[in-house]
């Protein structure tokens, strides 16, 4: 299974980008799937997460910016951001918990590559 995330870019502030994140391979079902960002000398931070029901959950400092959806015909998830702050300026990684197979049903998390969003006047 590989992850490829796109849509990052440079963008000023007030300002909107979607990223996508699409997966290819052996996927019978995407359960979880998150999006994480980090900065420059900052830890990983967990900004959405939504579960394969459509619910889903933001951290604090991005409700109400920020939308996290999915295809699940696509398997293929988005990342919708408006008003962008300077304070968004990550590399932002998306994550999914993939069931494989009907043979290999333990979930396995993939991670895809970064894509940068940088948020400036």
């Known amino acids: 299974v590989q992850l490829q995330a796109s849509g990052g870019g440079l963008v000023q502030p007030g300002g909107s980008l979607r990223l996508s994140c699409a997966a290819s391979?052996?996927?019978?079902?995407?359960?979880?799937v998150d999006w994480y960002r980090q900065a420059p000398g900052k830890q990983r931070e967990l900004v959405a997460t939504?579960?394969?029901?459509?619910?889903?959950n933001y951290v604090d400092s991005v409700k109400g910016r920020f939308t996290i959806s999915r295809d699940n015909a696509k398997n293929t998830a988005y990342l919708q951001m408006n008003s962008l702050k300077p304070e968004d300026t990550a590399a932002y990684y998306c994550k999914m918990t993939v069931v494989r197979s009907p043979l290999l049903r333990t979930p396995v998390e993939y991670w895809g590559q970064g894509t940068l969003v940088t948020v400036s006047s």
């Open positions: 939504i579960i394969r029901d459509g619910s889903a």
């Open positions: 391979g052996s996927i019978l079902r995407i359960n979880a």
